[in-house]
């Protein structure tokens, strides 16, 4: 069985920076504010404790051993790292560092994220944010489990999670993506009729229930059944099936920012602009945040006002 390393104290390593540097037992114990016999004896011990001489010693003289040589930067560094460990603390006690884990539905990746990080780690360099792109369906669980710590979920309007503590961030309509050679593309305006009676490419309920139900709602009040000609999770690979010509997509306003070619973006007015779904982005995360996460909704309480 391979034998442990020896456990040396800090106080051990702190004592043979201060010989190493100074090169004299006398100037590295008035440094250090003690005396030299008990520094000697340390050093000693420190040698016995490694099993290897890290000194070598004359009347005249005290040099670094090959060994004592390529210890020094270690011991220095470890040090400093010591020394850091105060300040570490009452950053990450206060919220300015620490490690945060973010997931975020794609289409706040198109919008709010980019400038939300940017700035939030311009903010507080301390913190470390690991972004994770997932649909609400798989964030839900994750949070409930303590994997990651907050997420940005999108949702129908007053459809935010129960059982989370949440921040409404953006709210935005739904718009709809035409395949660029479909006669609604260039229709001077939309009429709902036409629009329902398109095939339709859909995201899966399970991953959004609410805006699902919102648009199969819009639907069914016009007293029509969606024709789901495929369904994909993704809004980039909805917008890229329309592209590909197999239907239409309701799909948030924030999307535009998908410059897809082969696909136009249309809106509604007058009175029909009304009866298009909306849909929100809500951050979500558990109660009992840690600091670095109350830094985080405090804010995104700022950016969303």
């Known amino acids: ?4 390393s020896p456990l040396v104290e800090l106080r051990l390593w702190r004592q043979f920076a201060a010989v190493a540097e100074t090169l004299h037992f006398g100037r590295a114990a008035a440094r250090l504010h003690m005396t030299q016999p008990p520094l000697t004896q340390a050093i000693a011990q420190l040698e016995k404790l490694l099993g290897v001489r890290l000194f070598d010693r004359t009347k005249r003289s005290v040099q670094l051993t090959e060994a004592g040589a390529a210890l020094l930067p270690e011991a220095q560094a470890l040090l400093a790292r010591a020394r850091a460990l105060p300040a570490q603390a009452r950053a990450a006690a206060a919220g300015e560092a620490g490690h945060l884990r973010l997931a975020f539905v794609s289409t706040a990746g198109f919008t709010l994220l980019p400038e939300w990080v940017r700035v939030f780690r311009a903010e507080h ?29 999108l949702h129908s309007p007053g459809f935010a999670p129960e059982g989370l503590a949440h921040l409404l961030v953006a709210q935005e309509p739904l718009v709809l993506a035409v395949p660029e050679s479909h006669p609604l593309a260039t229709a001077r305006t939309l009429a709902f009729p036409k629009v329902l009676a398109e095939p339709l490419v859909m995201f899966p309920r399970r991953i959004l229930p609410s805006l699902h139900d919102a648009v199969f709602a819009l639907y069914h009040a016009a007293g029509r059944e969606p024709r789901v000609a495929q369904e994909a999770i993704q809004m980039q690979t909805i917008v890229n099936l329309v592209s590909a010509g197999l239907g239409v997509a309701w799909v948030p306003d924030s999307v ?22 909306r849909c929100e982005t809500t951050l979500a995360w558990r109660d009992s945040p840690s600091p670095v996460l109350s830094r985080f909704v405090a804010f995104a309480r700022r950016q969303a006002a």
């Open 1 to 4: 069985m391979k034998a442990e």
């Open 125 to 153: 360099p301390g913190a470390t944010l690991d972004l994770l792109e997932a649909t609400g369906d798989v964030q839900l669980p994750a949070l409930e489990r303590g994997e990651i710590d907050a997420g940005f979920l």
């Open 256 to 277: 535009r920012q998908f410059q897809r070619p082969g696909v136009v973006y249309r809106t509604f007015g007058g009175a029909q602009a009304a009866r298009v779904p």
